[in-house]
Structure formats: structure tokens, C-alpha cells
């Protein structure tokens, strides 16, 4: 299983940018699909963005397309979520999650993903 530590949560301000980052340890990174969830209060944990090993396509959520953007740097055993223009509903705890199931891309469900990051929090201020 893969060992995951999000980092580059906090509070900003509606408009703001920022981007969380997530370090992967544990077996061979490049080979395993990578993915994005969000858990605002209140609600369910819901998919926001996945990509596949090589990092050649992603697939978003219809909430966050066009303002985040994941990347990952397989060398470095790192997937990113780049977030732009911030809104207050974006606030949430993010989960980086990994091994995500490749035969059923895109994965969008948690049960998709074997492995799961302790989360960090976003604040997004009106």
C-alpha cells in the first residue's frame, strides 16, 4: 500500500490561489493512477481530479474544471492540486488518494482508491 502526506492547506481568500501537494512513499509511484477528494462540512467526501500513471490525462470534477489543475512529478514521488480562483464552497479538508483503479478510468468513487492521505484544510474566505 501507498504511504500519502498532503501538505500546503490554509486559509485565503476568495480569488486567491494555492496549491496542496502530496508525498508518495511505499512502492513504485509511476505505476499507480493518483487522485484528488474534498470533504466540506457537512457533506460527503466527493471527487474533485485524478490522473493516470504517466501523467498524460486527467479528468475533473464539473465543480473545479477550469480553475484546479493536477500534475505530478513522478521522480519525485509528488501528485499536486493547483487551485485558482478560490470560492468560499471550495472549502473543505483535501485527501490526496492513490492506487487508484486504472481498468475503470476515470475513478471518481472512493472505493476507486486503496490508499488515502490524513487530509489538510482549506479555508476559502468571502
Known amino acids: 500500500q501507498v504511504q500519502l502526506v498532503e501538505s500546503g492547506g490554509g486559509l485565503v481568500q476568495a480569488g486567491d490561489s494555492l496549491t496542496l501537494s502530496c508525498a508518495a512513499s511505499?512502492?513504485?509511484?509511476?505505476?499507480?493512477?493518483m487522485g484528488w477528494f474534498r470533504q466540506g462540512p457537512g457533506k460527503d467526501r466527493e471527487f474533485v481530479a485524478t490522473?493516470?500513471?504517466?501523467?498524460?490525462?486527467?479528468y475533473y470534477a464539473d465543480s473545479v474544471k477550469g480553475r484546479f489543475t493536477i500534475s505530478r512529478v513522478n521522480a519525485k514521488n509528488m501528485v499536486y492540486l493547483q487551485m485558482n480562483k478560490l470560492k468560499p464552497e471550495d472549502t473543505a479538508v483535501y485527501y490526496c488518494?492513490?492506487?487508484?483503479?486504472?481498468?475503470?478510468?476515470?475513478?471518481?468513487?472512493?472505493?476507486?482508491?486503496?490508499?488515502w492521505g490524513q487530509g489538510t484544510q482549506v479555508t476559502v474566505s468571502s
Open positions: 488518494a492513490g492506487e487508484g483503479n486504472f481498468g475503470g478510468w476515470p475513478p471518481r468513487r472512493r472505493a476507486d482508491f486503496r490508499s
Open positions: 511505499g512502492r513504485t509511484f509511476d505505476s499507480i493512477v
Open positions: 490522473i493516470t500513471p504517466g501523467g498524460f490525462n486527467t
